[in-house]
């Protein structure tokens, strides 16, 4: 996806950053997507359908690229949020059910993720599993709250490797690789199944997330914000091929990192559970247990302290992008770089998602239908925000010259036609 005709830069004696510098907004939103709630999503597609839900996870690699891109470029560009560029641009109908629906599944995100690590983290050590949960919500507000953006970032990018559990699984258990490479690219044959349909949809829906634009084009107007030499690329676009080029990088080896970590999960509920019979599994805690006979101690302790980390990572991601597309809203100040007293409002909505999520753990509502109708939310509202991001970025009020270049928008399009086919599929397969 290459960036349209852009004015070249002046050459600088400056150094030129390693590539592990320019990682940051692409690689954690990535990382966070493959969160609890996931790792339950991919588990129960490796281990009811085995090898052959693989190709999913090759299909949105490159839609994920496309529309993060988008959602990058519009906060660099405009030194603004998604939610602020909607504000200025779009009617106010279409903007407060969006960040109010988007707040909404964020805090059922949160909560079935608390429960997730309480119940890893009681696998792991024993205890109990609601308490331990209360302690991961809590710690996730302090860190945010307390821990300026600069510092902050650098924890989350720490956080990533928890990730890497998911793919030291993989060498613990046998792989058939030779049947692995067969069916990760083959497409079953048809008629599929309503249960297999509502499986590609979550799959769909897990991967390319409302949450993640809000938070990646925020991440952008933070990186601004962080560095006093960076413009807004609107007003500056002699800095647009190196902006532009560092966001590519950065969301091409963050998605890849999810889709890679995703893929592996798959992989490993197949070729244990799946192929021993066990295709019933509700949560990422169920499939560590489940694991652990099977694949033996190492394997499931990977597999639950995974859940851990991936949880410590996705709860600011989930309560921080519901707190930008608040705050943009309603033009509160928004930025995790501001002392809590400085943007009172902002930090207000990370502390109520946290602590909301964390409330509902004790609340006598199924955990599975909860994350459903999470799913449901976030499928119905990526749509509109998805076709508003393609409207916003080929304009040239919003972006000024730096309008997106036909490759992308093809790509951005077709990403929206997807999900939308996704969102309708689910809801013909349910309502029938």
């Not at 560009?77 to 009617?91: D, E, K």
């Not at 890497?164 to 044959?189: C, D, G, Q, S």
């Not at 019979?277 to 990422?284: A, C, R, W």
């Not at 809203?329 to 909301?356: C, D, R």
Request: aromatic share 10%; charged share 15%; with cysteine.
């Amino acid at each position: 996806m290459h960036a349209e005709k852009i004015i070249e830069p002046e050459q600088s004696q400056e150094q030129e950053p390693n590539w592990l510098s320019k990682l940051g907004p692409g690689l954690i939103a990535g990382a966070a997507d493959d969160d609890p709630s996931g790792i339950a999503t991919y588990s129960q597609a490796g281990a009811q359908f085995g090898f052959g839900m693989l190709w999913t996870l090759v299909i949105t690699y490159p839609l994920m690229v496309g529309i993060q891109i988008v959602s990058a470029r519009i906060g660099r560009v405009t030194g603004h949020g998604l939610a602020t560029n909607i504000r200025r641009h779009y009617p106010a109908w279409l903007l407060y059910p969006i960040v109010g629906l988007l707040l909404l599944a964020n805090t059922i995100n949160i909560a079935a993720d608390v429960a997730a690590m309480g119940d890893a983290m009681k696998l792991v050590a024993g205890g109990p599993a609601q308490l331990y949960a209360v302690g991961f919500g809590l710690v996730s507000v302090l860190l945010q709250v307390f821990i300026p953006y600069t510092r902050y970032v650098s924890v989350l990018k720490w956080l990533t490797l928890a990730l890497l559990a998911y793919v030291a699984t993989v060498f613990v258990v046998h792989i058939p690789w030779e049947r692995v490479a067969k069916e990760a690219v083959a497409l079953p044959a048809l008629p599929w199944k309503p249960a297999f349909i509502t499986t590609i949809v979550a799959v769909f829906g897990t991967t390319i997330s409302p949450y993640l634009f809000f938070w990646q084009a925020s991440q952008e107007v933070e990186e601004l914000r962080a560095d006093d030499s960076a413009h807004a690329l609107k007003k500056a676009p002699r800095e647009a091929r190196a902006g532009f080029n560092r966001i590519r990088l950065d969301t091409y080896i963050g998605m890849g990192f999810s889709n890679l970590v995703a893929f592996f999960i798959m992989l490993t509920t197949a070729v244990t559970l799946h192929l021993h019979g066990m295709t019933e599994i509700e949560t990422s805690a169920q499939a560590a247990t489940a694991l652990r006979p099977i694949a033996g101690d190492f394997a499931f302790m990977l597999f639950a302290l995974g859940i851990i980390g991936t949880g410590m990572l996705a709860i600011p991601v989930l309560a921080g992008s519901a707190a930008y597309a608040i705050a943009g809203a309603f033009k509160w100040k928004n930025s995790l770089e501001h002392e809590p007293q400085m943007a009172p409002k902002f930090y207000g909505i990370i502390v109520v998602a946290t602590l909301a999520g964390v409330g509902l753990v004790f609340a006598p509502i199924d955990p599975i239908k909860a994350l459903y109708w999470s799913a449901v939310i976030n499928g119905v509202i990526s749509i509109p925000i998805m076709a508003v991001m393609m409207l916003m970025a080929s304009r040239v009020d919003v972006m000024g010259r730096l309008v997106i270049a036909r490759r992308l928008k093809v790509i951005g399009w077709m990403c929206t036609a997807v999900m939308a086919a996704a969102v309708t599929a689910m809801l013909v397969t349910n309502l029938a």
